[in-house]
């Protein structure tokens, strides 16, 4: 069939009108409110008594929305994008030794998985490091770089993996060791901050696992100990899985974190003011968590699952 121009031209001013139309309306089909509370979490405990920050290692048993070697415009920057644990005062403000802010120059000792320049790294950051850097602020951290753009990532995005950082004071020097799947991937040292007076946490601060838009994946159980374990312990946990000991300060797993009281994420706003989070002693979900399923079918927590 040959249309006639006049026919033709008609027939392009109902495409202009009809197209935007229909996507219009698919959006609004497919458009869902978003919850600032789903899976935009972090799992809160009292910090004292769970905590040596002079000596003592972390664990945990994980799995990432996001696989080593994903790009997130950190070519010159930096961005966390799995916060393990991390320090807070009452008000659920994070510390930051470089930075006190309002929340105060508490004791700030935070681990996490991140992007440094296009790399994955693990690091540990903490008040009482101070490494010394001409005409720039002194580094408080010590890290380790777990992935090369040339080589095949060690973790991909769903996998099921372990993680394990170990820390100790000894001749003036915080040494901090970094394990992934029970395998040692780096070491660090960093110069005691000699003066500083917080040395430990104060009776209110809380300690944070995941935090809101630095959280990108799951988790089945961590645990905390009061000391630093070794290269043996490190490899045994990664077989067996985690386990309550005579060295551990805490431990929870995914079934615990689900019978937790939960609170909203917006408690965390550190816009409001004069607010206690009274964290209970068997901890506390501030946000929304999805059930997950670890490894041999453990119960799990997912945190946020879609990077923005």
């Known amino acids: 069939m040959v249309l006639s121009n006049r026919a033709r031209v008609s027939l392009m001013l109902l495409v202009l009108v009809v197209v935007p139309f229909v996507g219009v309306n698919a959006q609004k089909r497919t458009a869902r409110k978003v919850d600032p509370d789903e ?6 405990f009292p910090a004292k008594g769970h905590l040596d920050v002079t000596n003592g290692t972390i664990e945990a048993v994980f799995s990432l929305a996001y696989s080593f070697g994903d790009q997130f ?5 930096g961005r966390r994008l799995f916060s393990l644990l991390s320090t807070h005062n009452y008000a659920g403000e994070r510390y930051d030794a470089a930075n006190p802010g309002k929340a105060g120059p508490g004791l700030h000792f935070n681990i996490y998985l991140g992007q440094w320049q296009s790399r994955d790294h693990i690091s540990v950051t ?8 001409k005409n720039h602020p002194p580094d408080r951290w010590i890290s380790a770089s777990l992935h090369r753009l040339d080589k095949e990532p060690a973790v991909k995005a769903g996998e099921w993996h372990s993680m394990a950082v170990t820390w100790y004071l000894t001749n003036d020097t915080h040494i901090a ?10 070491r660090g040292t960093a110069p005691h901050r000699v003066g500083f007076s917080a040395q430990s946490m104060a009776d209110n601060d809380v300690l944070a696992f995941g935090f809101p838009g630095q959280m990108y994946g799951s988790l089945q159980s961590v ?8 290269d043996a312990e490190i490899a045994a946990a990664d ?19 689900m019978k937790m009281k939960v609170g909203n994420a917006s408690q965390l706003d550190t816009k409001k003011s004069k607010r206690d989070l009274r964290v209970p002693p068997q901890g506390m979900v ?23």
């Open 177 to 186: 060791t970094f394990y992934l799947d029970g395998k040692r991937v780096g």
């Open 239 to 257: 077989k067996a899985g985690l386990s309550k000991d005579g060295d551990t300060l805490l431990y929870f797993d995914g079934a615990s974190v």
């Open 286 to 308: 501030f946000g929304k968590l999805k059930r997950d399923t670890g490894r041999n079918k453990a119960p799990a927590v997912k945190f946020r699952e879609i990077l923005p």
């Open 39 to 44: 899976n935009n979490a972090s799992i809160m």
């Open 73 to 77: 415009s950190t070519a010159g920057s």
């Open 126 to 133: 903490s008040s009482l490091f101070e490494r010394p850097r």
């Open 223 to 230: 645990r905390i100990s009061g000391r630093a374990r070794s």
